[in-house]
């Protein structure tokens, strides 16, 4: 059964930390791993990952994929009050809409 | 250009009831995919269709269902609701192609009482 498991489950930071956020998977048929961002209600993407080692950046966000070990890392630098969210990673084995594997997700909180 | 729109945003139910929702993807794409999200267990993929075939399946009982329309609107039907199933649902529509972008819906938070 394909499994995404995410830690820490939740985090609670000062504005102007970084955070290193974990996700590890075991999927059959791996293609990709996506990181999103829900903030309310409707997740949003961040991120896709695809190759071991390439670094994917957006401002003060940054994701980086390991094949080998399977895991990967959302690191937020910088951190505002705006990044507070629940922060979901997901594992592709069919190609875009054919089922997701999410993870629980980490609620993150960032306290001014 | 609209975002993917889901109808309705709240509803409460008793058990026993049954109750569909409704999902208008961006326009353009034809693949819809249904998520249930609660926080136990998260999000959990309950199907997907593409120009109004079910291509996929999570593992959800018989009482989860849904269809898709040739206008790629679709519906998802919850039938003898059960206390568990009170969770916030969510559509995510998909345009084609490799970049794993799925667009979600606000979702329709479902109430069982």
């Known amino acids: 059964e394909d499994k995404v498991v995410q830690s820490p489950l939740s985090l609670v930071v000062h504005e102007g930390d970084t955070v290193t956020l974990n996700c590890s998977y075991e999927?059959?048929?791996?293609?990709?791993l996506l990181w999103y961002k829900q903030e309310k209600k409707a997740p949003t993407f961040l991120f896709m990952l695809?190759?071991?080692?390439i670094e994917k950046k957006s401002g003060r966000l940054s994701s980086i994929l390991d094949k080998k070990e399977l895991f990967s890392i959302l690191n937020i630098t910088a951190t505002q009050t705006g990044d507070s969210a629940i922060y979901l990673c997901?594992?592709?084995?069919?190609?875009?809409?054919?089922?997701?594997?999410f993870g629980k997700g980490t609620h993150l909180i960032i306290q001014p | 250009k609209a975002g993917v729109t889901q109808t309705p945003r709240y509803l409460i139910k008793t058990r026993g009831q049954q109750v569909t929702l409704s999902c208008s993807p961006i326009?353009?794409?034809?693949?819809v995919s249904w998520y249930q999200q609660t926080p136990g267990q998260g999000l959990q993929f309950l199907f997907e269709?593409?120009?109004?075939?079910?291509?996929n399946k999570g593992n959800f009982p018989g009482r989860f269902s849904g269809r898709q329309f040739s206008n790629s609107r679709s519906e998802m039907n919850v039938s003898t609701l059960e206390l568990g199933d009170s969770a916030l649902y969510l559509c995510?529509?998909?345009?084609?192609?490799?970049?794993?972008?799925?667009?979600f819906g606000e979702g329709s938070r479902l109430t069982v009482l």
């Open positions: 326009s353009g794409h034809r693949s």
């Open positions: 695809t190759s071991s080692g």
């Open positions: 995510a529509s998909f345009p084609g192609g490799n970049t794993g972008e799925l667009f």
């Open positions: 269709y593409f120009s109004e075939t079910q291509r």
């Open positions: 997901a594992a592709d084995s069919g190609g875009g809409a054919d089922g997701l594997t």
């Open positions: 999927v059959t048929n791996f293609r990709s």
